[in-house]
């Protein structure tokens, strides 16, 4: 089963003492989590990325025995969220280490708490494969496989074995931190022409209303439909009275 969820940009990582008796957390996997190649390009502001991720893991207790996963991430189009949204995470497929992961997530957003996004990603398993040789001739070898297919979409991670999936949302996470700033900047340019079109729109709709004062009703419905009643209604009831319009 597949499942989407929104990951917080902003992290802030802090030294953890593990706790003997479990290991394997989350912290575990982030701390030990190495970017080694990451997408050139950012992720799109109005449409979907697929990030194409290789993986090389040691597996514990076993000597030169390195696991090499192969998949997808994709990146849905981002979402301004609220922090209320924030930690409310559908992470079922990647398990509890993960859902602890995203809840610190939530805690620690630091100065993009006013302002978050929300990336829905979608894990998509394609290959996993296991190999008899040292970690770094493995990850050469992977190295000169991703340049060969020349994709600026594609990252390499080291990670570990368990748990696997919390390396995936590190890497979403530095993902999202590159590619923040521009699509701020994408969605206020875009606000921005929105809310110039809509003025553009306003001030025709007082002009063929103050030469049709039958479009007067359309120009009110017009006006509080995009919530700019209270900002226009002086100058609408002005239009009425010079119009003489009796409705």
Not at 203 to 231: C, H, M, T, V, Y
Request: net charge negative; with cysteine.
């Amino acid at each position: 089963m597949r499942r989407d969820f929104p990951v917080t940009p902003h992290v802030s990582l802090i030294t953890f003492i593990m706790d003997s008796k479990k290991q394997f957390d989350f912290w575990y996997a982030v701390n030990n989590t190495e970017l080694v190649t990451t997408p050139t390009t950012r992720l799109e502001t109005f449409g979907e990325t697929i990030v194409n991720y290789h993986m090389v893991c040691e597996l514990m207790d076993s000597v030169d025995k390195v696991c090499i996963r192969e998949g997808q991430l994709k990146a849905l189009k981002p979402e301004i969220i609220t922090p209320q949204s924030l930690g409310q995470m559908d992470l079922e497929d990647f398990g509890q280490d993960a859902k602890n992961y995203a809840d610190w997530l939530a805690k620690h957003g630091g100065d993009l708490r006013i302002l978050q996004y929300g990336f829905r990603i979608q894990k998509q398993e394609i290959k996993e494969h296991i190999v008899t040789d040292q970690l770094a001739n493995v990850l050469d070898r992977v190295k000169t496989e991703v340049k060969a297919k020349d994709d600026p979409l594609s990252a390499i991670l080291i990670g570990v074995d368990d748990p696997w999936q919390v390396c995936l949302l590190k890497l979403m996470v530095d993902l999202v931190q590159h590619s923040a700033k521009g699509n701020i900047q994408d969605i206020r340019h875009q606000a921005a022409a929105m809310q110039h079109s809509l003025s553009e729109s306003i001030e025709r709709g007082f002009l063929e209303a103050s030469r049709d004062p039958s479009k007067i009703n359309a120009l009110a419905e017009r006006l509080k439909q995009n919530g700019l009643w209270e900002k226009y209604e002086d100058r609408f009831f002005s239009l009425v009275k010079a119009s003489g319009y009796r409705g």
